[in-house]
């Protein structure tokens, strides 16, 4: 579980396999070197601190982590979180909360909540990866047209007002660097499939560029040289205020780091037929953002398209990860220079692709199609992403998604009281069902469907206080009642502490393991006491006869015990 795949796949590693993973690292690291610097210009920080990401980070996350074929770096979900970090707490703030975001991914993976990384709702994933989608997209308006404007407005609405106010000056040479790309990126594939299309539209861009004399704002313009070497490792200032501030956003990139990194690695496995170790992937994950920082590098996970990238180049172990990192390292060392030339225009071209292709809008369009529950999370997820904070998006979406479900738990589960008229609804087949047998005059059972939650409990409230006639007996029912919390536990004392109150005789029939293992915990059983209980209604219906000075009856329905009809279904 806590063993890297690396160790694994080396035992029956072959001079094939190793000229696969080369080719397909080499491949790999053409494809991240446009992509590192997009993401770090547009998270608000200088296009070095992309790179240096994507080679440590990448680096790690392949020599640590539990996938076969994961590539790791810089991806667009870390754009808008980071770009909120840098501009309210600057670089040494993003520095912490990526540390605390690793070590918190550390822990989890410890603590194995790989597993559990997977019940986050699928509106909620989608809703807030449209919504980084499209806030990208926003975001490289100004470079893609060439927008003479100030510094460009955080907020989502009022960055749409300034680009309008701001239209009429577009410098048409942007515009064309900017289109031309985009179509090279978008067909360059479909006539060659080794050279990637984005590296192929930065190098035409900036040698047309040069070649021109075209005035368009270039990396130098804005940014100034990019270093050609890796910087020492650093470690930054820390305040106990700054720490207590990061908190936030240091937990948002840790579930973004965790969310996006698995969903990459399930989607590998589905392509090369494998298993990642999840524990593994987070722990790597959480190694890699608490050294990258240290380089002067911002938060890293599991990268999709580089992933599949390196899989439809034959990478097959984590070797392949491993040599697209020093592959860009090569390229920073001895081609950095020139990477400077490169035009702004045509790196909003990248991402502009990088949204399209990001905003899942097949899945946000299918789910629109699901339940209202699940549209309502989805839209509420997605506008607060766009128009307030990620941070805000995920918890709400989160919290959201559960009452959402609690919700729709409680209508599924349901109690219905039970005399001398019987339910229609009840299957007339069941052989346990009650209305083959005879209820007594005096006798009262209600029956409990589903798990008996807080959810479901008031429907329980609500149904005691419909009959008006005091029984003798009170038979709770609970033979589909899978499970019982708290609240569940609470009422149902409530209910025994009435009969006792009242001189009912409080009896409970068909318990399942889970319930009466609850019961027994809060000293419940021992009050209500081991007498009171029956594994089948038609005991519980026999002693309530006892009672009340009525003669026995045999089973009118042979009786199948609860345990063997749970292995029938």
Not at 76 to 84: C, L, R
Not at 500 to 525: N, Y
Request: contains cysteine; glycine residues 8%; aromatic residues 8%.
């Amino acid at each position: 579980m806590f063993k890297p795949k690396l160790l694994t796949t080396l035992k029956n590693y072959s001079i094939q396999q190793f000229t696969s993973d080369v080719t397909a690292g080499v491949i790999v690291g053409i494809v991240a070197l446009p992509l590192a610097i997009a993401f770090a210009i547009a998270s608000g920080v200088s296009p070095e601190k992309g790179l240096f990401t994507a080679i440590v980070a990448g680096f790690l996350i392949s020599f640590l982590g539990g996938s076969r074929v994961q590539i790791g770096g810089p991806t667009g979900a870390f754009v808008v979180i980071v770009y909120g970090i840098v501009q309210s707490y600057g670089v040494n703030g993003l520095i912490i909360a990526s540390i605390m975001a690793g070590m918190i991914l550390v822990i989890m993976g410890i603590a194995k909540f790989g597993s559990a990384i997977k019940f986050i709702p699928h509106p909620v994933v989608v809703g807030f990866t449209s919504g980084i989608a499209l806030i990208i997209f926003s975001s490289q308006m100004k470079d893609f047209f060439g927008l003479q404007m100030g510094p460009v407005p955080a907020d989502f609405i009022e960055k749409w007002i300034t680009f309008v106010q701001n239209f009429s000056n577009i410098n048409y040479y942007s515009l064309a660097i900017a289109l031309g790309s985009v179509l090279i990126i978008m067909y360059w594939q479909k006539f060659v499939h080794k050279i990637p299309g984005s590296l192929v539209a930065l190098v035409l861009s900036t040698v047309a560029v040069h070649l021109f004399q075209l005035p368009v704002e270039t990396i130098e313009s804005r940014f100034g040289e990019i270093p050609s070497m890796l910087p020492a490792p650093e470690i930054p200032s820390v305040s106990f205020s700054t720490l207590k501030n990061l908190i936030q956003p240091a937990t948002t990139i840790a579930l973004l780091a965790g969310i996006e990194s698995l969903l990459s690695a399930v989607v590998a496995d589905g392509m090369i037929g494998g298993k990642h170790r999840s524990n593994m992937e987070l722990i790597a994950q959480g190694i890699a953002n608490i050294v990258t920082p240290l380089f002067g590098g911002i938060p890293a996970t599991g990268a999709i398209a580089r992933t599949a990238t390196n899989i439809k180049n034959g990478g097959r172990t984590p070797v392949a990860g491993m040599v697209h990192a020093v592959v860009l390292l090569l390229i920073m060392l001895f081609f950095g220079q020139w990477a400077k030339l490169i035009p702004l225009a045509s790196l909003a071209a990248v991402l502009v692709v990088v949204s399209y292709n990001m905003s899942e809008w097949r899945s946000f369009k299918s789910v629109l199609k699901s339940p209202r529950s699940d549209v309502i999370v989805l839209l509420t997820t997605f506008g607060l992403t766009v128009i307030f904070d990620l941070t805000v998006a995920i918890e709400v979406g989160l919290v959201l998604s559960a009452f959402l479900f609690m919700r729709r738990m409680a209508m599924v589960s349901n109690v219905g009281v039970v005399t001398r008229e019987f339910n229609d609804e009840e299957e007339k087949d069941d052989p346990n069902a009650l209305e083959k047998r005879i209820v007594p005059e005096c006798v009262e059972v209600y029956e409990i469907n589903g798990p008996f939650f807080f959810g479901a409990a008031y429907k329980f409230e609500e149904a005691m206080a419909i009959l008006e006639n005091k029984p003798k007996v009170r038979i709770i029912r609970m033979r589909n009642v899978p499970a019982i919390d708290s609240t569940g536990m609470n009422v149902l004392k409530k209910v025994y502490d009435t009969c006792k109150k009242q001189g009912i005789v409080f009896l409970i029939a068909d318990i399942h393991a889970q319930p009466l293992f609850a019961l027994e915990q809060s000293g419940m059983l021992r009050e209500v006491g081991e007498k009171s209980l029956f594994g089948n209604i038609d005991d519980a219906l026999n002693h309530a006869r006892e009672i009340i000075g009525l003669p026995k009856e045999g089973r009118t329905a042979p009786f199948v015990p609860t345990v063997e009809r749970e292995k029938n279904k």
